[in-house]
């Protein structure tokens, strides 16, 4: 283990094909649009940071994951009461992430680095590795969204096929069917096995990356420790271990539909782009900030418990443009941003509810199951 972890180079190799290069903007599109932005915290003489209403939030969700999982644990329950406790924890699990770590992930929780970092962990509590994160998540995905081979959030080892750009194989003509029970799967996979076999080999799909080290490399170890104690090992120790891998694959299966679904319906439905880099050395036909709109879709932006919950998250076009902005600002930013985007040109995209947003992605995963 020792030398598989051994120390990779300080900064990444690039990718197997060469990164794409976005151009100018000329039109000032995104000049525009954030001055319009600063204009707004300016007026109102709000923090970038979410404040109080981020640690309320925080404090909220933490608590009810621990008192919903000690419930789980310790009470003696008939498996008619343990199975909504289930599903309630992966809703607890899933909020942490969705509206706690990801702020934290991208600098925009706190204005102190350390509050940030500390934030971030709770995805390791949750099973994932935020250090992972960091690099699929935060540079590859959201520097080159929608892109084939640059964006990882979109390759599938060719389970699926989510853009128009990926081979399309005979099975994919299902996949429409099949991907909805599979994205069941995805959490315990990256728990267990995924992550690990990432941080040994350096590399996130094509893409190398320098294996984590020192206080990285502990954090990694530490939150797989302690998220494998709390989701088997302590469980164990009260219950038989069949019925704990039962309720471990329904807490993690609940998990893995709701963070995947929630992600999907940003970028893989029938309303956003997949733009490909032209000419050589490649590059991309829109600037960075027309791109970013252009590739992502809103949801649901009238439900306020939904926002809450997914922590903005159907805000994506805002946290695009603005990601180390807190999430609680999107609703009010996202007034801005859809008029400029209307003045500019810009196709903005929004699915006024959470299920057609559901339906979008059912369609477009049907359309990339089909022969072109």
Not at 113 to 130: F, K
Not at 222 to 247: E, N, R, Y
Not at 331 to 354: D, M, W
Request: with cysteine; proline share 7%; net charge positive.
């Amino acid at each position: 283990m020792a030398t598989a972890l051994a120390p990779a180079p300080a900064t990444a190799a690039p990718a197997r094909t060469p990164p794409p290069k976005f151009p100018p903007d000329p039109s000032g599109f995104h000049a525009v649009l954030k001055e319009r932005v600063a204009d707004y915290f300016a007026r109102t003489g709000k923090a970038e940071q979410g404040g109080w209403r981020m640690y309320l939030k925080t404090a909220t969700i933490l608590l009810a994951w621990a008192g919903v999982w000690a419930a789980l644990v310790f009470l003696p329950l008939a498996w008619w009461q343990a199975v909504p406790l289930a599903v309630a924890l992966a809703v607890c699990m899933a909020g942490a992430g969705f509206a706690v770590q990801h702020d934290a992930g991208h600098g925009a929780y706190s204005r102190r680095p350390w509050v940030n970092g500390l934030m971030a962990c709770v995805l390791d509590l949750v099973g994932a590795s935020s250090y992972l994160w960091r690099w699929k998540h935060g540079i590859l995905h959201h520097t080159f969204t929608n892109v084939q081979g640059h964006d990882t959030d979109i390759e599938s080892d060719g389970v699926a096929r989510l853009s128009p750009h990926q081979p399309r194989y005979k099975f994919h003509r299902y996949q429409h069917l099949y991907l909805w029970p599979a994205y069941a799967l995805t959490a315990s996979v990256w728990h267990l096995f995924r992550d690990f076999k990432d941080v040994i080999r350096g590399r996130i799909g094509d893409h190398p990356i320098p294996r984590p080290k020192g206080l990285d490399l502990a954090v990694f170890l530490l939150g797989k420790a302690a998220s494998i104690a709390l989701l088997l090992g302590i469980p164990m120790l009260v219950h038989p271990w069949w019925v704990v891998l039962i309720f471990y694959m329904v807490v993690t299966g609940c998990i893995g539909v709701i963070l995947t679904v929630v992600f999907q319906l940003a970028h893989c439905v029938e309303e956003a782009d997949f733009p490909e880099p032209v000419h050589s050395p490649p590059r991309m036909e829109s600037a960075w900030a027309v791109h970013q709109v252009e590739t992502t879709v809103n949801f649901a932006r009238d439900n306020r418990l939904l926002s809450w919950y997914v922590g903005g998250l159907n805000y994506q076009i805002e946290h695009h443009l603005f990601p180390r902005i807190c999430h609680v600002h999107y609703p009010a930013l996202s007034t801005i941003v859809e008029q400029t985007c209307q003045e500019y040109g810009v196709r903005y995209s929004s699915h006024p509810t959470f299920f057609a947003g559901v339906r979008s992605h059912y369609r477009w995963l049907r359309r990339m199951g089909r022969a072109d």
